[in-house]
């Protein structure tokens, strides 16, 4: 029984170059949650998506970040022309339910992506 | 909006050691708290949870309990393994909200 899984788990960037997140939810999983730990930080919600529909992008920075969850495969969070404070683990999360109806649903986390602008 | 501050580390403990690490939050309503644990390697993984006031999560022999009049939700332990090494997360949701705000996390190293 797979959990959620990332990949890459490192990825190192020139300064200008994109970087492609890969988010594989666990299985039977529609909901994927993106969140972002900066140094000395704690994670941040970026972005919650289902299947095709990104429902909450009130944490993604408005240039450069895009997410994704298409029918098939994973979701993907991208990043265009990626700079050094772009630096930062990024990690996803899945739940079987949707969330914010009043009751907690738990989401399972990843390991993350640690990417390392250059 | 909501905030989480937790004891900064790392922390370094002999084994059967007692473990706290202190959590305190900022809310702008009746939040749930948690404490994930992330072990090397690995994802965040819920530890406990607790929904409303005085309640007391509990899990592999970790306990914290909400703590509304001081704001707090710490973490305890009292005898720690090798095993209990990992980096432990606080965080919090509001009721009808699935966003999750964590603290910094504490890297905990537990010593034979």
């Not at chain 2, 939050?25 to 530890?47: D, I, K, M, N, R």
Request: with cysteine.
């Amino acid at each position: 029984n797979a959990g959620v899984m990332q990949n890459p788990r490192h990825l190192v960037r020139r300064r200008g170059q994109e970087a492609r997140l890969r988010c594989s939810p666990m299985k039977g999983h529609s909901h994927v949650y993106w969140y972002r730990q900066l140094p000395e930080e704690g994670l941040k919600f970026m972005v919650y998506l289902q299947k095709e529909n990104i429902i909450d992008e009130s944490g993604m920075p408005k240039e450069r970040f895009s997410a994704e969850f298409p029918k098939e495969g994973p979701s993907i969070l991208r990043i265009q022309q990626v700079v050094r404070g772009d630096s930062a683990a990024y990690f996803c999360a899945s739940s079987l339910l949707a969330g914010g109806l009043g009751s907690y649903n738990e989401q399972f986390f990843g390991p993350g992506t640690r990417l390392t602008v250059l | 909006g909501n905030s989480v501050t937790q004891m900064e580390g790392p922390v370094t403990l002999s084994e059967e050691a007692f473990l706290t690490i202190n959590c305190t939050y900022t809310a702008t309503g009746y939040p749930s708290l948690f404490w994930y644990v992330q072990y090397p390697g690995e994802g965040l993984q819920l530890l406990l949870k607790a929904t409303k006031a005085d309640d007391k999560g509990s899990n592999k022999g970790f306990e914290a309990t909400y703590r509304k009049e001081t704001t707090s939700f710490h973490l305890e332990k009292g005898s720690v393994q090798v095993s209990d090494s990992a980096v432990y997360f606080c965080a919090l949701s509001d009721l009808d909200d699935y966003k999750l705000s964590f603290g910094a996390g504490t890297t905990v190293t537990v010593r034979a």
